[in-house]
C-alpha cells in the first residue's frame, strides 16, 4: 500500500499537530471529522481538504483512521464509526492512557500511534523529535504504522499497552507533576512580589543537565548534600503555607533516602 | 575604584565559573584560595593567576573577597580571614541560603554576591544569562557589586537577605525537585527496561512552554482535567512503588485544588 487513505478524527491539539505532520511528509488525509465545525473547517483548510462534523458523513473506503479525540470520548466514536466503515480499515487511537485493546471486540485491525509529546495547538512542534510509540494487532498493520511513523519522526519505538501505560505513568512525574513545581515556585515568589524571571535560567539548566546525565548523579540541594539546617529553615519559612509545605518534607525525604541509601 | 583587586576564596563550582567569567571582563583576581591544592593551582593556571592554600598567605590588600565556599564554611573562613586583611576590605558570599547578616559582627564591609544557577565544573556556563542577586550593607559597597555584576550579567537584582531566602526557597522546588521527579521518571521506566531518551523531548517542552506563559495556564494531564479514572490506574500502578505512589497522591492533589478552586 504506497499512499494509504487517511481519516482524522478529531481537531484538537494532537489531531492538528499530526494532521500537519502527516500532510507534510505526502500523507494522503481525505478528510477530517470534529463535532465542532470551527475545528473542522480551520484544520481542513489548513491541510487543504474535506471535513465533516458528523460521523454519518464520515468517508467510509479509508484504509486508516486515526481517533485523536479526548481519552473518555475514543470508546463511544469507535463504537458509532464501526456502523459507517468498512470492516477490514486499520483504526488507531493517539492515547499515551488508553490500552490498544479498547478496540478489540469491535475492529480486526487496530493499534496505537501515540507521540509522546505534550501538544498546544498555539506551540508548532517539530515531529522529527517527538518519540513515536506504535502499537497494532496484527504484522501488516504495525508495518503500515510503522511505515507512516518514519516518515515523520526519528524515534520510533514499538511499545505495548502495558509499556505504554508505564509511559504514561513517568510521563505524568517528569511533565505534568514538574510544571506543578514550576507553578509552585512562581506562587511563592509572587507573594513576596519576586518575579518569576529569575528562575527560569535554573530551571533551563535543570532540563540541559540531564541531556547527557542521570537526574540522580544531577541532583543537588539541601536534602542530596543532608543539609538539615537549611530543610528546617525552608520548612519554616513555609509554615504558613502548609500544602507546600508537605510537598517539601515528603520531595525531601525522597531525596534523602535516595542519596544516604546508596551514596 | 576602577579596577578593585580581587581575591576569590573557594576553586569549587562557583568560584571556578565566577573566577572565569569576572577575568573574561578584565576584572583583576590577584590571587585564588583553595585548601585543596589541585583545586586552587587548576583555577589559578585557567585564569593566569596566583593561589594559596592556607588562609595565613592571603593576600591582605585586595578590595573584595570573594567567599564562593560552601554554606557551612562561610562563617569559619570568614573568621579566620579576619585576622589577616585589612578591616576595610568588602567580603561577599555567594550563597542563596545565608544571610549577608551573618558577617555583621565580624566586617564593617560586607555583602552578597549570588549567581542564581546551578554550576558543575564540567559544564560551561553563559553568565550573560544568570540573575546576579546582590546585596551589601552599605551604598558604595553596594554600587561596586552592582558594577561588576553589570559586566558579566544582563539580570542584576538587588535583592535583601530575606528575598533571597525566598528565593531559594523557591529554587528548591523549581530545580532540585523537579530533577528529583526526572530521577522518579527514569527509575520507573528502568524497571520496565524502557528507555529514559523516550521522556527527554516532554520535558524539553514542558520547560519551553512556561518561557513566555504561567505554569498554572500550562498545566496538563489527569489531575488538572479532574481525570480520576487514569489518576486511579495510575495509583494502582505504583502499589508496588508505594514511595512514588505517595507523592503521586500529594502532586495530584495539588493540582485538583488548585484548578478546581479557581476555575
Same mark, same amino acid.
Given at each position: 500500500?504506497s499512499?494509504?487513505k %487517511?481519516v482524522?478524527?478529531?481537531?484538537?491539539?494532537?489531531?492538528?499537530?499530526?494532521?500537519?505532520?502527516l500532510e507534510?511528509v +505526502?500523507?494522503?488525509?481525505?478528510?477530517?471529522?470534529?463535532?465542532?465545525?470551527?475545528r473542522?473547517?480551520?484544520l481542513?483548510?489548513?491541510?487543504?481538504t474535506?471535513?465533516?462534523?458528523?460521523? /454519518?458523513?464520515?468517508?467510509?473506503?479509508?484504509d486508516?483512521?486515526?481517533?485523536?479525540? #479526548?481519552?473518555?470520548?475514543?470508546l463511544?466514536?469507535?463504537? &458509532?464509526?464501526?456502523?459507517?466503515?468498512h470492516?477490514n480499515?486499520?483504526?488507531?487511537?493517539?492515547? +499515551?492512557?488508553? #490500552?490498544?485493546?479498547?478496540?478489540a471486540?469491535?475492529y480486526?485491525?487496530?493499534?496505537v500511534?501515540?507521540?509522546?509529546? /505534550?501538544?498546544s495547538?498555539e506551540k508548532?512542534?517539530?515531529? &522529527?523529535?517527538? #518519540? %513515536?510509540?506504535?502499537y497494532a494487532?496484527?504484522q501488516e498493520?504495525?508495518q503500515?504504522?510503522?511505515?507512516?511513523?518514519?516518515?515523520? /519522526?526519528?524515534?520510533v519505538?514499538?511499545?505495548?499497552?502495558?509499556?505504554r501505560a508505564?509511559?504514561?505513568v513517568?510521563?505524568?512525574?517528569?511533565?505534568?507533576?514538574?510544571n506543578?513545581l514550576?507553578?509552585?515556585?512562581?506562587?511563592?515568589?509572587?507573594?513576596?512580589?519576586?518575579?518569576?524571571e529569575?528562575?527560569k535560567?535554573?530551571?533551563?539548566?535543570?532540563?540541559?543537565?540531564? &541531556?547527557?546525565?542521570?537526574p540522580?548523579?544531577?541532583?543537588t540541594g #539541601?536534602a542530596s548534600r543532608?543539609?538539615q539546617a537549611?530543610?528546617q &529553615?525552608?520548612?519554616?519559612?513555609?509554615?504558613?503555607?502548609?500544602?507546600?509545605?508537605?510537598?517539601?518534607?515528603l520531595?525531601?525525604?525522597? %531525596?534523602?533516602n535516595?542519596?544516604?541509601?546508596?551514596?
Amino acid at each position: 500500500m504506497s499512499s494509504p487513505k %487517511i481519516v482524522m478524527l478529531g481537531a484538537g491539539n494532537v489531531g492538528y499537530h499530526l494532521s500537519q505532520a502527516l500532510e507534510e511528509v +505526502g500523507c494522503s488525509i481525505v478528510q477530517v471529522y470534529s463535532r465542532t465545525i470551527e475545528r473542522a473547517k480551520h484544520l481542513a483548510e489548513t491541510i487543504n481538504t474535506d471535513y465533516c462534523t458528523n460521523l /454519518s458523513a464520515i468517508y467510509t473506503e479509508a484504509d486508516l483512521y486515526f481517533l485523536a479525540v #479526548p481519552d473518555d470520548q475514543i470508546l463511544p466514536v469507535a463504537q &458509532q464509526l464501526k456502523g459507517y466503515i468498512h470492516t477490514n480499515a486499520l483504526i488507531v487511537h493517539c492515547s +499515551g492512557a488508553t #490500552p490498544g485493546a479498547v478496540f478489540a471486540d469491535l475492529y480486526s485491525n487496530y493499534g496505537v500511534f501515540y507521540p509522546l509529546q /505534550s501538544f498546544s495547538i498555539e506551540k508548532s512542534v517539530h515531529f &522529527q523529535q517527538i #518519540p %513515536i510509540c506504535i502499537y497494532a494487532n496484527k504484522q501488516e498493520a504495525q508495518q503500515l504504522l510503522e511505515g507512516i511513523a518514519r516518515k515523520i /519522526s526519528r524515534q520510533v519505538h514499538l511499545i505495548d499497552d502495558k509499556q505504554r501505560a508505564i509511559l504514561h505513568v513517568a510521563a505524568v512525574f517528569v511533565n505534568n507533576f514538574s510544571n506543578y513545581l514550576f507553578h509552585i515556585g512562581q506562587d511563592i515568589l509572587e507573594q513576596e512580589a519576586i518575579s518569576f524571571e529569575l528562575l527560569k535560567p535554573l530551571i533551563q539548566m535543570t532540563v540541559d543537565k540531564i &541531556q547527557n546525565n542521570d537526574p540522580k548523579a544531577m541532583q543537588t540541594g #539541601p536534602a542530596s548534600r543532608g543539609d538539615q539546617a537549611t530543610i528546617q &529553615q525552608h520548612l519554616d519559612y513555609l509554615e504558613k503555607r502548609p500544602e507546600y509545605q508537605k510537598i517539601y518534607q515528603l520531595l525531601t525525604q525522597g %531525596i534523602l533516602n535516595n542519596h544516604t541509601s546508596t551514596s
